[in-house]
Structures are given as C-alpha cells and as structure tokens.
C-alpha cells in the first residue's frame, strides 16, 4: 500500500456537508459523483496529496444509511492507494483478512475498488483502490 487515498466520512446531507467542509477548508468540493451501483452520493474534497470523500446515501438499502443508523455520521472507511489491486486483494486474503467483495469493483473518482471487512481489521472500514489507467 502506497498511503492513504482519502478518508469517506458518512453524512446524511451531502449539500449541507459540501457547505461545512467549505467553510472548514477555504476550498470548493471539485467533483459530485454518483456511485449507483454502491447506492451512494459523493463529493470530493482535495487536501494535498489526500482527499476526503462524503458519501450521502440515495435510498434505505444504501450501505451509508445502514451505517449512519447505527453509528451516526462520522468516517466510514480509510482508502489505500495499491498499484495492482488484483494481487493485493490476493496477498491480503493469504495473510487472513477478510474481502468484502472477490472481485476489484468500480468505485468514484475513477477507481477499482475493494473493501475489507471492518472485522478482520480492528473495527475500521478499510478500501483499497487503484487508479484506472486509460
Ligand atoms: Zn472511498
């Protein structure tokens, strides 16, 4: 794992968090991103060589709304940077953590994406993403 990606941070109104994370960083959120597949709304903070993403949810299924019912809004999961996602999913797997889904999966921001169950990994949402190339 190269460092940290960006930080997700659960919330339950993604234009009223976009107005507090502006004020907060004297920085427009650059991208407004819609994740159907995952039932998610995002926005994308830039912090240096990190970002924040806020994750809104778009419906009761979402992952987000089942998360900020049970712990409210607050971070949701810390993203690694990784060159081949492929074989760090399987070197992950050989040393015992746990994969929320067996294949890389397209997330925001264009990126493969793999989560790792928050039970093998001390209570935190872990992702793993790679940039794709085009
Ligand atoms: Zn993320």
């Known amino acids: 794992m190269k460092k940290i990606e960006h930080i997700g941070i659960a919330v339950k109104s993604l234009s009223q968090a976009n107005d507090l994370f502006f004020r907060l960083f004297g920085e427009e959120h ?5 994740v159907k597949s995952e039932g998610v709304s995002t926005s994308f903070f830039k912090m240096g060589d990190t970002k924040i993403e806020l994750l809104e949810a778009q ?5 987000i709304s ?4 049970k712990r409210g809004e ?18 992950l797997q ?13 997330g925001a921001d264009n990126k493969l994406i ?4 928050p039970k ?4 935190v949402l ?8 085009k």
């Open 30 to 34: 650059y991208k407004i991103e819609e």
């Open 59 to 63: 419906g009761q299924d979402s992952p």
């Open 66 to 69: 089942k998360f900020i019912e």
């Open 74 to 91: 607050g971070i949701h999961h810390i993203a690694f940077e990784v060159d081949d996602i492929a074989e760090e999913m399987k070197l």
């Open 94 to 106: 050989q040393k015992g953590f746990i994969l929320l889904n067996e294949q890389p999966k397209q």
């Open 114 to 117: 793999c989560f790792l169950h």
């Open 120 to 123: 093998s990994t001390q209570g």
């Open 126 to 133: 872990v992702e793993l993403c790679q940039e794709v190339k």
